[in-house]
């Protein structure tokens, strides 16, 4: 069975984060599919995956590192 986790934006590490977390140790194979990843910003276990980011990730401020996907 191949597995797919997707989560909106990996900006940092909240509630949402430590769920999918949760999901990355279950599935450790699972592709990672998100609409911006800031590397450094979440756990380990979650930068371990491969991560597969949108066309918002090549726009210019759409790595903001305050919390959200535009500071």
């Given at each position: 069975?191949?597995?797919?986790?997707?989560?909106?934006w990996?900006?940092?590490?909240r509630?949402?984060?430590?769920?999918?977390?949760?999901?990355?140790?279950?599935f450790?194979?699972a592709d990672?599919?998100?609409?911006?990843?800031?590397?450094?910003?979440v756990?380990?276990?979650?930068?371990?995956?491969r991560?597969?980011?949108?066309?918002?990730?090549?726009l210019p401020g759409?790595?903001?590192?305050?919390?959200?996907?535009?500071?």
């Amino acid at each position: 069975m191949r597995v797919a986790l997707v989560h909106d934006w990996l900006t940092g590490m909240r509630g949402g984060e430590k769920c999918l977390e949760v999901f990355c140790e279950l599935f450790p194979e699972a592709d990672l599919f998100t609409l911006v990843h800031v590397p450094g910003h979440v756990s380990p276990t979650i930068e371990r995956h491969r991560i597969c980011t949108s066309l918002i990730q090549r726009l210019p401020g759409a790595r903001g590192t305050t919390g959200g996907i535009c500071p």
